[in-house]
């Protein structure tokens, strides 16, 4: 497997890949990912759906701090993400 899973739970962003699974604050008012625009190893463009807003808005996430935080080496563990998906069940 070469892709990695985003979606939303809740409050939190949940981003799975392999047997690995990271959960972090989403904003409050976030009803689900729609689209993801760009991947750049550990960087992401997304479109997201927000409560406040008909539309998507475009969104930035940035993998690279978060897996820091929790001791996980950003190089080896993005290294072989070629793609991410949204998955929104």
Known sequence: MDYAI????????????RDCTIRFKA????????????WDNG???VMAKYSHN??????YID???ILKNLYISPQKF?????EVR????
């Not at 985003?6 to 890949?17: I, P, Q, R």
């Not at 904003?27 to 760009?38: D, G, H």
């Not at 993005?78 to 070629?82: D, E, T, V």
Request: aromatic content about 14%; hydrophobic content about 35%.
């Open 6 to 17: 985003l979606s939303n739970d809740s409050n939190f962003t949940v981003f799975s890949y």
């Open 27 to 38: 904003p409050y008012s976030l009803e689900r990912y729609t689209a993801v625009k760009e």
């Open 43 to 45: 960087y992401l463009v």
């Open 54 to 59: 008909d539309e998507s808005e475009e969104e």
């Open 63 to 65: 993998l690279i701090p």
């Open 78 to 82: 993005l290294k072989p993400i070629k």
């Open 86 to 89: 949204i998955n929104n069940a």
